[in-house]
């Protein structure tokens, strides 16, 4: 819950959606609230010891991301009890400040937690609070409104008609197929949506089932917010006390391509660490996950898609660890495809019944085309001659018979910048530049 006296008026966090804290997860108070067993939190402290040498009471409890008062303090007792560890003296006031270090048996035992798994750090979520944060969490995810979308994609030029068609498949949180001919801008549609819905959600460092850890967060994909230095409307600095077992960070975006395995989808076992690392739809749970280029993955699209059916009808998926046992995770995110390829040439209407919008993404009309080269233009300091499009138009693609591509302009203007420097001029919309790069660019091979 939020501090005593917190106001999210005040938003002294600077959080995009300052709600989320009503439903952070509490600082566990006791080993019971923690949900996981004295032997995995010994383990972890005796690894901790094992690698550090010595460290205090309050180091133990830092490195497991759990209060001292009342958890490890609790641990360490119990770790005192069984002459796994000896006192080497106190740095401070308090049993906290206690140094300690491993005894010889501590170390048998320690090299013993090891085989089993080398994972030393912040202690697991257990499945079953991860599940039921995840249910808070997607009841808290915004809505997104007209002028959010417009904002949103207010860097790309988007119809009227594409606008109306994306904003309620992103609102409804669900599926989305984007397909069209390449080259109009289907990838920088998805990455828009997926800073859309703004805000943050709650991650886990790594998760606990059947006494295993598979471990979620991932610093490439989650972006940590912090909560050290609020402070409110008053200039009062603000705290707030949460289990550190998780952490506050913007909604993910996971985009995934030619890389995409059946096996990337299940949990990956490292025989050398014997610890698990989570696949992308865990990782992306609260944000997005956008499988770009679809249907150009080493694995079948059909297999791929069978993959999919249960996750995207029941919104939970079933992930199974290597002893054989299968459990329930939560499959919360926006899922998103984007191909160049005709669906139908991919997927029976079986599948694409489940995906519940399908949009395509079509060549821009004249006029769009005009707009998307004034603002490359623009943006690459080379004053835009309108007369110019004309000519490219009349000149090139209708007597090739040839479509308009969104990335045309983009690409047409990077080749005139690549002729005026060699030919050391300024770089303009010009007779002879246009024809120097369509010459080599807008070609019937």
């Not at 860097?155 to 080259?183: C, I």
């Amino acid at each position: 819950m939020p501090p005593a006296g917190y106001a999210y008026e005040d938003n002294p966090f600077k959080l995009e959606n300052p709600s989320v804290l009503d439903i952070a997860p509490s600082e566990p108070k006791s080993l019971e609230d923690t949900g996981l067993r004295m032997g995995l939190l010994a383990d972890l402290g005796l690894k901790f010891l094992y690698y550090a040498g010595t460290g205090t009471g309050m180091a133990i409890a830092e490195s497991m991301c759990l209060p001292w008062s009342g958890v490890v303090e609790h641990v360490v007792d119990f770790l005192a009890a069984e002459k796994l560890v000896d006192l080497r003296g106190g740095k401070g006031f308090g049993r906290a400040s206690v140094e300690f270090a491993l005894t010889e048996k501590g170390r048998e035992y320690a090299r013993d937690a090891l085989t089993r798994s080398t994972y030393v750090g912040p202690a697991p979520v257990p499945i079953e609070q991860y599940n039921a944060l995840i249910s808070s969490q997607t009841e808290e995810t915004p809505v997104v409104g007209q002028e959010d979308l417009m904002a949103a994609l207010g860097h790309l030029t988007v119809s009227a008609e594409l606008m109306d068609k994306l904003g309620p498949a992103v609102n409804s949180g669900r599926s989305l197929f984007l397909y069209g001919p390449p080259g109009n801008g289907k990838t920088s549609l998805a990455e828009a949506i997926s800073h859309m819905f703004g805000g943050e959600v709650f991650v886990p460092h790594c998760l606990e089932i059947d006494n295993q850890i598979i471990k979620v967060f991932d610093r490439i994909i989650h972006t940590p917010v912090s909560l050290e230095a609020g402070r409110d409307a008053s200039g009062r600095r603000q705290t707030f006390e949460m289990d550190k077992r998780w952490s506050l960070c913007r909604r993910p975006a996971v985009v995934v391509g030619g890389e995409l395995t059946l096996e990337t989808l299940d949990l990956i076992y490292s025989e050398s660490t014997r610890f698990y690392e989570a696949p992308f739809q865990v990782k992306a749970n609260g944000g997005m996950l956008l499988i770009d280029d679809f249907g150009r993955q080493k694995v079948h699209p059909t297999d791929l898609l069978n993959r999919w059916i249960v996750p995207l009808e029941k919104r939970v998926d079933f992930l199974t660890l290597h002893t054989g046992k299968k459990f329930e995770i939560p499959f919360d995110q926006l899922l998103v495809f984007s191909t160049n390829l005709d669906p139908k040439e991919l997927v029976d209407e079986a599948f694409l019944r489940r995906i519940k919008y399908k949009i395509e993404v079509g060549n821009p009309d004249e006029e769009s085309y005009r707009e998307i080269f004034r603002r490359v233009c623009e943006a690459a300091g080379i004053p835009y001659v309108d007369q110019a499009i004309t000519y490219l138009v009349e000149h090139y693609y209708k007597p090739r018979s040839m479509e308009m591509r969104s990335c045309h302009p983009r690409d047409l203007v990077s080749l005139i910048r690549d002729a005026a420097r060699y030919r050391q001029i300024p770089p303009a919309l010009s007779k002879d530049l246009l024809d120097q790069a369509c010459e080599v660019f807008l070609v019937n091979l």
